[in-house]
């Protein structure tokens, strides 16, 4: 089932440089103004995961990206990691076909997790991120039964700027997406 949109970003301007903008005209004021207000930042997909059943589920997250260069979205370039009962649990990458990356995750009955999908900045040489796509949700290996869960995905991102003493924290957002039928409860079978 389609669940919603998503798009990982690593050291993207919020601004555009000034020389990348078609401005003849621009000043050395603009550009000296432009280049202080521009920020990066670093934005992930979260996903909080509720089992509503008496049921373990396992569940299968497929990432499909609509642009792809071979070796965007890969294990050298995204962390994958579920977040339930306090722990950081590293999720390793079940397939892959060309544009898709699928991940499965066990959810315990009537427990909540995260699904945190990041660009991991101590794997990536390449000097900037953009990756988005959409996300579909399935049950593994399921009996026919119809389970209830809640999804909540959102973005959550770090706004930065570097400078000569280093990166200084800037500011910090998290906005809900939408999910495709409008709504968190979601019944799979």
Known sequence: MLLSQFELLLNKRQFP??????LPDIT???????DTLSREVIQGYFLTI???????????FTFTVAIEPPTIFDENTV????????????????SKTFG?????????PKDTGLLIVQP???KITEEEIEIRG???????ENDGRKIDLLFTPEHRAT??????????????????????TGGSLFTLD
């Open 100 to 108: 898709t990356r699928n991940y499965s995750i066990t959810v315990p």
């Open 28 to 34: 050395p004021i603009q550009r000296a103004t432009l």
């Open 134 to 140: 959409y996300v579909n949700v399935s049950i593994f």
């Open 17 to 22: 440089k000034a020389e990348d903008l078609e």
């Open 120 to 122: 991991n900045p101590l």
């Open 79 to 94: 962390t994958v990691v579920f977040d339930i009962d306090g722990k950081n649990i590293p999720i390793n990458l079940a």
């Open 159 to 180: 706004f930065y700027k570097r400078n000569d003493s280093g990166i200084e924290k800037l500011d910090q957002i998290a906005y809900a997406l939408p999910t495709t």
């Open 50 to 60: 509720s089992n509503l059943s008496k049921l373990e589920i396992v569940l299968m």
